[in-house]
């Protein structure tokens, strides 16, 4: 079964810190893979999307991608109090071009 | 240009009763998705739609019907509601091309008693 593993958390930063978030995945032949954010009771919403190994920047967020080890993770620079919300990990395995699996999501809580 | 929109935001429904939730995109998209979300389950698929026309079993399909109505709306059906089916419901839309980046409409909240 292709799966995708998030730490369910919560995980806890000083306003200022580096979040720093991680998702692994079984799937080795997956191709796409997405972060998104959902704050409660709202709906997920895209953050970043990576594509291939290495790292991808977008502002304060920072995706990387290690296909060989199967991870990817999401780095959340000079975290504000308005970043606490739940990152969902997201990938498209292969043979599945339209279908996102989605990990359980880390509860993020930047304290002020 | 909206996005994704559902309707209703809330819903409760006696156990046996029937409902369905619509949904509608304006992005052009052709594939269309319903979650639902339930704490510590993350999003799990119900059904999904590739393009006007065709529908597909997704994770959890058991108790629910899905019809793609035109390229725009995707809505969900529930026959004989349960309280197993009390949730958080998410339509979905994938964008095309080279990336397959999916918007979500702001949900629905269902309570089966």
């Known amino acids: 079964q292709k799966e995708v593993e998030q730490n369910s958390g919560p995980l806890s930063v000083p306003e200022g810190a580096i979040a720093s978030l991680n998702c692994t995945y079984s799937?080795?032949?997956?191709?796409?893979f997405f972060w998104y954010r959902q704050y409660s009771g709202k709906s997920p919403e895209l953050i970043m999307s990576?594509?291939?190994?290495g790292d991808k920047e977008d502002g304060r967020f920072t995706a990387q991608l290690n296909k060989a080890s199967q991870y990817v993770s999401l780095l959340i620079r000079d975290s504000q109090p308005s970043d606490s919300a739940t990152y969902l990990c997201?990938?498209?395995?292969?043979?599945?071009?339209?279908?996102?699996?989605f990990g359980s999501g880390t509860q993020l809580t930047v304290l002020p | 240009n909206a996005g994704v929109t559902q309707t209703p935001k809330f819903q409760v429904l006696k156990t046996g009763q029937s409902m369905t939730l619509q949904c509608a995109q304006d992005?052009?998209?052709?594939?269309m998705y319903w979650y639902r979300q339930d704490p510590g389950m993350g999003l799990r698929l119900i059904y999904y739609s590739a393009s006007e026309g065709t529908t597909d079993k997704g994770e959890v399909p058991n108790g629910y019907n899905v019809s793609r109505l035109n390229k725009r709306e995707f809505s969900l059906r529930l026959e004989s509601a349960a309280p197993s089916q009390t949730s958080v419901y998410f339509c979905?839309?994938?964008?095309?091309?080279?990336?397959?980046?999916?918007?979500f409409g702001p949900g629905t909240r269902l309570t089966v008693t």
């Open positions: 799937d080795r032949g997956s191709q796409s």
């Open positions: 992005m052009n998209h052709n594939s």
């Open positions: 979905a839309s994938l964008s095309g091309g080279s990336s397959y980046e999916q918007y």
């Open positions: 990576i594509y291939s190994n």
């Open positions: 997201a990938v498209i395995s292969s043979g599945s071009a339209r279908q996102l699996t």
